[in-house]
């Protein structure tokens, strides 16, 4: 387990477990919001169409399907702001951009534009805190929840652990605010380094 969590105890769910718990626990949410911190470069996203089109080389399908999915995207942000809080988010970027984050970043710009802001932090501004490994994938709900997501190793979701003690949750919660007050607004970081590359190939198979 990552220095930053310290050894704290945790309750493991199981992929169905931790849905439904998420999904109990998000709108309720309130004050000081939902923050993201996000440090993989590769994950697979079977159950995401554009994902989909992505993995089998259809670059073009891929943004279309992510174009449809705007009025989704509006709607879920505006439900979380009429529920009284907001969503932000850091996402840790490596470069060269590797094909899979290239695709994550046209989602995050979406949503971004929709009301999930998100922030991009280089891999350089993290490497102080990864001397005993990558920093975890974790979200905070509020002050009293938080959320470590486990993946297997061909980057596919399997598992959570959950976290409640209050003291461990502020503390991520502080680390992930600092990293978003110092990174940059995912929309400028886009039309940098991201509008101008080649459009990705074909996933290989695991």
Not at 52 to 69: T, V
Not at 70 to 86: E, H, K, V
């Amino acid at each position: 387990m990552h220095e930053l969590l310290r050894g704290a105890d945790f309750e493991w769910l199981p992929l169905d477990s931790y849905r439904e718990d998420f999904e109990r626990h998000f709108w309720h949410t309130g004050s000081p919001g939902f923050w993201k911190l996000e440090r993989g470069q590769y994950f697979q996203e079977p159950e995401n169409d554009s994902w989909q089109a992505f993995a089998r080389g259809d670059w073009a399908k891929s943004l279309e399907l992510i174009e449809a999915q705007l009025p989704t995207m509006r709607d879920y942000y505006g439900r979380i702001a009429d529920s009284g809080f907001a969503a932000k988010r850091v996402r840790v970027v490596e470069e060269p951009v590797t094909d899979y984050l290239q695709w994550e970043l046209h989602v995050l710009r979406a949503r971004d534009a929709n009301g999930g802001l998100v922030r991009v932090i280089g891999a350089e501004m993290v490497g102080e805190w990864e001397t005993s490994g990558p920093l975890p994938e974790i979200y905070t709900l509020g002050t009293e929840l938080m959320y470590e997501a486990i993946y297997d190793e061909t980057g596919i979701l399997d598992s959570a652990r959950k976290f409640t003690a209050r003291e461990v949750i502020e503390r991520c919660r502080r680390f992930i605010v600092d990293l978003y007050t110092k990174g940059e607004p995912l929309q400028s970081y886009f039309d940098r380094r991201v509008v101008t590359l080649p459009a990705p190939g074909r996933v290989p198979e695991a």
